[in-house]
């Protein structure tokens, strides 16, 4: 018995250390039907063509995908060192629907993935659709911007968000291909194309190759809809354009950070409407202030393709009436200031850009400008500065953020209630660890500010007020205001107050390239040391593994319920637009 054991023992042992194909797209992925996508296949060890074995459902690939695949006997890595053989078919499509089983066989390397390849109605269920993500929204933030936005009485809020009234609800999984943790350029990704990647991934697998834009491609929303449909695009972001978020509308890249590649592929899909920051891509090299390394001039050729090219709120209002339909603004050459900066301290970069619209001024005029196709639209509005502040730790301009966030999608709303026809969808790409524990009172006396941090029953309400009606309190820093705080953090000086002087810099770099907390708020009276939680190569806090809520309203909103992946959103997007049929609509 003893001995079986042991030969037992060592066939397992065996078996684990057997090579395994890789297979794009991976186990489990759903698949538009019709939707183009790359098929790749790595092995770890370089083959004759004859000798790897691929099928499907039983049946030889090429008479299954109606075409030869590209044989590369060894691919090679980044200093040329041998990664093994690979096939490669770029752009297959799969008419039918159902599971498709990917079977690999060469030496000792096997693999299985299934795909399950899904078609829609063929009448469409909404005629526009507008995707709001607040980037890094986390319930705290939510709960955060009510009360700030609206009050508190006895424990009842005094007045609701507009997100609030929407009446269906998911909640949403947001890791990645390789890791529970995650990022915006992942988790955008999946929402746009129905396929999960790995972190910094847009619009592609992240395969083994050290080029980032030859990894496998996938169909982005925005390609399907001109694949399918005559409807208008539009993205809206306070980030720049190409940052990951808005990126994800349109991009194929294994790296988010190719961003002057990024502004070509919003160039080839050419949204209707693009607003935001991000103009130093867009800029060809010898323009001051521009980060591209080529002569492209991107704002001369949107202008050339019929574009009306703004930089200021006021062109945008005055572009409003513009009747092609074709509408580029570029309002910062980098991330647009916070709204609490741009719109009530004056702060941050204001200075050098001290008319910028903000998310409500560029989310009507992209309808108002999209909404002139009879055939419809999407919409992708992103507010950026929830997550950016809430990295840093910045809390009051994050939730300031937030609540602009949430009059854009009251606007969107109020234009909905004219135009049932359209689907809202309200989210987060992934959350931050970010709670609300009470309030901080600086009626409480005490030389230590950790000790006005009231909790329970003594943390009564914050005293915001909103005199003027605008939505925002009139101070943040007020004398009992609420508590936030992070779950993780690098070492950093906890001040216990708005950071009304400019944007939050917790940790910095000391001389041995570690970051420290930053002394810039160590004699702040009450400031408080906080030992960080994270590694000390982390200046900032990061993201959460949290699932997001997801809210929506509209023809359709009844496709999200319970827990969802987030490539699963984008199949109620497709069903919505009835993307999945073969007869353009």
């Known amino acids: 018995m003893r001995a079986r054991l042991a030969l037992l023992a060592a066939a397992t042992c065996l078996a684990g250390t057997a090579q395994a194909a890789t297979i794009y797209p991976l186990d489990r992925a759903t698949i538009l039907v019709g939707s183009p996508f790359d098929f790749k296949v790595e092995l770890d060890s370089v083959y004759d063509a004859g000798d790897v074995e691929v099928t499907v459902n039983g049946e030889a690939y090429a008479d299954v995908f109606g075409a030869d695949a590209e044989f590369v006997s060894d691919e090679k890595g980044k200093n040329d060192e041998s990664l093994g053989s690979a096939l490669i078919l770029r752009e297959l499509t ?13 030496g000792d390397e096997t693999k299985d993935v299934t795909w399950t390849v899904y078609d829609t109605p063929e009448t469409p269920k909404a005629k526009n659709i507008i995707f709001f993500v607040a980037d890094g929204m986390s319930m705290g933030h939510r709960s955060a911007a009510r009360i700030m936005s609206k009050g508190m009485t006895e424990g009842k809020a005094d007045g609701r968000l507009s997100m609030d009234d929407l009446d269906r609800m998911a909640t949403i999984g947001t890791s990645s291909t390789h890791s529970v943790a995650t990022d915006s350029a992942n988790t955008m990704s999946a929402y746009m194309t129905g396929h999960k990647t790995r972190v910094n991934a847009l619009g592609v697998y992240a395969d083994r190759t050290p080029d980032s834009l030859d ?3 996938v169909e982005t929303i925005a390609e399907a809809l001109r694949r399918q449909t005559g409807k208008s695009i539009g993205v809206v972001s306070t980030a720049e354009i190409e940052d990951a978020t808005p990126a994800a509308v349109v991009a194929h890249t294994r790296l988010r950070a190719d961003k ?11 949204p209707e409407v693009v607003l935001g920051g991000g103009s130093a891509y867009f800029l060809k090299s010898d323009v001051p202030g521009s980060k591209r390394k080529d002569d492209n001039d991107y704002v001369a050729m949107f202008r050339d393709a019929g574009y009306t090219v703004v930089t200021s709120a006021d062109e945008l209002a005055s572009a409003e009436k513009s009747e092609n339909g074709k509408l580029l603004g570029l309002f910062h050459t980098g991330n647009m200031d916070s709204t609490l900066d741009r719109k009530f301290l004056k702060t941050g970069s204001v200075d050098k850009f001290p008319n910028q619209p903000g998310l409500v001024d560029m989310t009507t005029a992209a309808i108002d400008q999209l909404s002139k196709n009879p055939e419809g639209f999407f919409l992708m509005v992103e507010a950026a500065n929830v997550d950016k502040m809430s990295h840093p730790l910045d809390w009051d301009r994050a939730v300031i953020d937030m609540i602009e966030f949430d009059q854009a999608v009251g606007a969107a709303m109020e234009w909905m209630n004219a135009n049932p026809d359209t689907l809202i969808v309200v ?7 970010f709670s609300v524990i009470g309030t901080i009172d600086d009626e409480v006396e005490s030389d230590e500010m950790r000790n006005k941090v009231m909790t329970y029953d003594d943390a009564g309400f914050p005293n915001y007020t909103d005199e003027n009606g605008d939505g925002y309190p009139d101070k943040v820093d007020v004398s ?11 070492d950093y000086y906890e001040t216990f107050r708005p950071k009304m002087d400019g944007p939050f810099e917790p940790a910095v770099k000391d001389e041995n390239g570690r970051y420290v907390a930053n002394e810039a708020y160590k004699d702040i009276p009450g400031a408080v040391l906080r030992t960080g939680n994270l590694p000390y190569d982390a200046s900032t806090g990061v993201h959460a593994v949290d699932d997001v809520l997801l809210q929506a309203t509209g023809p359709g909103a009844e496709g999200f319920k319970g827990y969802m992946e987030q490539s699963d959103v984008y199949e109620v997007l497709a069903d919505a637009f009835a993307l999945g049929n073969s007869q353009k609509q």
């Open 260 to 270: 002057a590649d990024i502004v070509g592929m919003f160039y080839d899909v050419k």
């Open 94 to 106: 799969l008419g039918e629907a159902g599971d498709y089983t990917v079977s690999v066989k060469a």
């Open 215 to 217: 990894d496998p491609k």
């Open 480 to 490: 009992r205001r609420l508590a936030m705080f992070a779950n993780n953090f690098p």
């Open 427 to 433: 989210t987060g790409d992934h959350t931050h660890g």
